[in-house]
């Protein structure tokens, strides 16, 4: 699986933006895929996720402003940012995980946003918000 995000920039504070990860290669019928962001000198953490049945979780910090989605062929996911904060300022990744065999693991997985539950992961694209 390769992951390619693209659509990153420089706004300022209350513009929007929107994230697309392009995902080729091996495809499994049930997963999670996810947008992390990772600040300078902070831990890298989940954003939002979306399963293989749509639904959806976002980090409370997000919440409201930030939509989650796929196209219909599943190959492009997207990250609709809106009402930008300086605060959302990092490098934003793309992030996959590997088949889930049960729907308790995968709820578990997209509730939590555990980065390490994730396998595969694009090279990020960098958003910064200005005041």
């Known amino acids: 699986v390769q992951l390619v995000e693209s659509g990153g920039g420089s706004v300022q504070s209350g513009g929007s933006l929107r994230l697309s990860c392009a995902a080729s290669?091996?495809?499994?019928?049930?997963?999670?895929m996810g947008w992390f962001r990772q600040a300078p000198g902070k831990e890298r953490e989940g954003v939002a996720r979306?399963?293989?049945?749509?639904?959806?979780t976002y980090a409370e910090s997000v919440k409201g402003r930030f939509t989650i989605s796929q196209d219909n062929t599943k190959n492009t996911l997207f990250l609709q940012m809106n009402s930008l904060e300086p605060e959302d300022t990092g490098m934003y990744y793309c992030a996959e995980t590997v088949y889930i065999s049960t729907y308790r693991s995968l709820t578990r997985i997209r509730s939590t946003g555990n980065p390490t539950d994730f396998a595969y992961w694009g090279q990020g694209t960098q958003v910064t918000v200005s005041s």
């Open positions: 979306i399963d293989n049945y749509g639904g959806t």
């Open positions: 290669g091996y495809s499994y019928s049930s997963y999670c």
